[in-house]
């Protein structure tokens, strides 16, 4: 024990002694009182910033009416506070010093040596710089998320739930644009019809579909689907599963060499899709079949659903194939 006493000792002392030995530089620029409120202004304008770009997030996700102001205000008062900030430390916290002259370029040690000198001594009024580092950090990180959330936009992130609730259900009429209920006998083959869900909101994603008339001995649909056409009339989502637009041409066959099956096509980018095989893709860069809706005649010849679309509505993403509708 007395041995390792005095080795702290000597120890201690020899730092002491080496310390006193070292002369102090001459300080370059001049030194500068702390500034303990232009601190505390600082962190707080850096809580301020990282706030603000927070709420970038929150606005994308919560998606109000006017999205597009409230991101755009959000960032610009994070950007502007951070603005205030660098003005702030630039005014208050750095000292300055006057030359009159500019400084040379560093090309010796002891030139560079008097620039690393200068920049720490620039800093000296800082008295609290954990508590700078952590707003700077809180803002630097918020700054961060914000923009790198529109990547989101890649694919639904936040808002799935319209991918997967139709207005569908079991007995729902099926009516015109007028509101008029389709009569299965009205519906005739070469033709081309668009329903909705009667008295449901038409624009949701999951309410407009496509009706067409085929000859039963052309249908080629799965076995769980063979009571879901009847009369051969059949019924798909009218929302391209490529990138969400609206199915809306019907290709009747008129050169059987190059069109030999009836097609639904969207014209946006000509994704092809086959009625007659439950809604196979044909053509095009749709990854997966038009969802199709199962239907029923009632006892006045009206068409109804009998039940909800046999997959996801909507372009195929990640994760929307994997699960499947609900009313």
Known sequence: MKR???????????KARRAARVPERERIVPPGPPDRGGELAV????????????GFPVVYAVDPPHQTQFLGLSLGL????????????????????HLEEDYGVPEHPTEQEAVEQLVEESGD????KRLIVAGAGAAGAALGVALITPAASLGPVFHMDPFFRTPWRRGRLLVDEDGRPFLADDVEEEAFYTAFPQGADREQMGAPVVVVRLPRGELDLPPERR??????????????????????????????????????????????FDPARAGAVIFGPAGRPLPQLPLAV???????AAGNFSGAVGPSWWGVRNRQPHA
């Open 4 to 14: 390792w006493l005095v080795a702290a000792i000597v120890l201690v002392l020899g």
């Open 43 to 54: 962190f707080w304008l850096l809580i301020a910033a990282a706030v603000c770009a927070v």
């Open 78 to 97: 994070a950007l502007a506070f951070l603005a205030a900030t660098s003005v702030l430390i630039g005014k208050r916290l750095v000292v300055t010093e």
């Open 125 to 128: 009024r800082f008295t609290r």
């Open 227 to 272: 009571g879901w056409a009847p009369g051969g009339i059949v019924a798909y989502s009218k929302i391209c599963t490529h990138a969400g637009c609206a199915i809306a041409l019907y290709r009747k066959p008129t050169f059987r060499p190059t069109q030999p099956r009836p097609a639904l096509i969207c014209p946006c980018h000509y994704s092809t």
């Open 298 to 304: 009632d006892a006045t010849g009206h068409l109804r």
